[in-house]
């Protein structure tokens, strides 16, 4: 019976995952479950020039649409699915969570051009929501750096790095409405009712 090798030897040149391709589908499953739940989060905007709440709610939720708009499009590209190599599975991965930074600071930039609600602490419930979306993109730059650093050449450690990778995710991806957050503190009725009232935010999960 021909002798079996040890799971912390390097894998061969070009040789699969073992289990490479089950693990590379249930990241990208795993990642794109963190990226719907955070997408679930409230648009960021900067404490700034005053605006009315449906003005403001407005020009959050179609941040948000873009938002998703952006990552549908990069986990259709993306092929983390069909990966069957460790190699295969780090560079999809690499070039992915690089995307969604790129797409997160979008959002973070622009959405902080949207100024703040006209209501009590306003600026404050508009920073503490730019926050929240800054501590996301920082979670998936975090990941992108851990990524980039993945030795496919040791099965052992690059199994753990990915599961790693893909924890850092779920939990940035924990917050399922910023809105939820901002509602404990502050008194953001004003809020809710321009979301409600609005087309544009509909089935957003706001």
Same mark, same amino acid.
């Given at each position: 019976?021909?002798?079996?090798?040890?799971?912390?030897?390097?894998?061969?040149?070009?040789?699969?995952?073992?289990?490479?391709?089950?693990?590379?589908?249930?990241?990208?499953?795993?990642?794109?479950?963190?990226?719907?739940?955070?997408?679930?989060?409230?648009?960021?905007?900067?404490?700034?020039?005053?605006?009315?709440?449906?003005?403001?709610?407005?020009?959050?939720?179609?941040?948000?649409?873009?938002? #998703? &708009?952006?990552?549908? /499009? $990069?986990?259709?590209?993306? @092929?983390?699915?069909?990966? *069957? !190599?460790?190699?295969?599975?780090?560079?999809?991965?690499?070039?992915?969570?690089?995307?969604?930074?790129?797409?997160?600071?979008?959002?973070?930039?622009?959405?902080?051009?949207?100024?703040?609600?006209?209501?009590?602490?306003?600026?404050?419930?508009?920073?503490?929501?730019?926050?929240?979306?800054?501590?996301?993109?920082?979670?998936?730059?975090?990941?992108?750096?851990?990524?980039?650093?993945?030795?496919?050449?040791?099965?052992?450690?690059? #199994? &753990?790095?990915?599961? /790693? $990778?893909?924890?850092?995710? @779920?939990?940035?991806?924990? *917050? !399922?409405?910023?809105?939820?957050?901002?509602?404990?503190?502050?008194?953001?009725?004003?809020?809710?009712?321009?979301?409600?009232?609005?087309?544009?935010?509909?089935?957003?999960?706001?």
């Amino acid at each position: 019976m021909p002798a079996r090798r040890r799971a912390s030897e390097p894998a061969r040149p070009g040789q699969t995952l073992g289990t490479g391709t089950r693990l590379a589908r249930a990241f990208a499953w795993f990642t794109v479950t963190a990226l719907c739940l955070s997408l679930s989060a409230f648009p960021a905007t900067a404490a700034g020039n005053s605006v009315d709440p449906s003005t403001y709610v407005h020009s959050v939720c179609a941040a948000q649409s873009s938002y #998703r &708009s952006q990552v549908a /499009a $990069i986990q259709a590209s993306s @092929n983390l699915s069909s990966a *069957t !190599t460790p190699t295969e599975v780090r560079d999809r991965l690499v070039v992915f969570l690089n995307h969604i930074v790129a797409a997160l600071n979008t959002a973070v930039t622009s959405s902080q051009s949207a100024g703040a609600p006209k209501i009590k602490n306003g600026n404050k419930i508009a920073a503490l929501v730019v926050k929240e979306v800054t501590v996301l993109r920082n979670a998936f730059a975090k990941a992108a750096h851990a990524a980039r650093a993945l030795n496919p050449s040791n099965v052992t450690a690059f #199994r &753990s790095g990915t599961l /790693a $990778i893909a924890k850092l995710i @779920n939990a940035a991806g924990k *917050t !399922t409405s910023v809105l939820s957050g901002v509602n404990k503190r502050y008194n953001i009725t004003a809020l809710q009712a321009a979301v409600a009232r609005d087309p544009s935010c509909q089935g957003l999960g706001l």
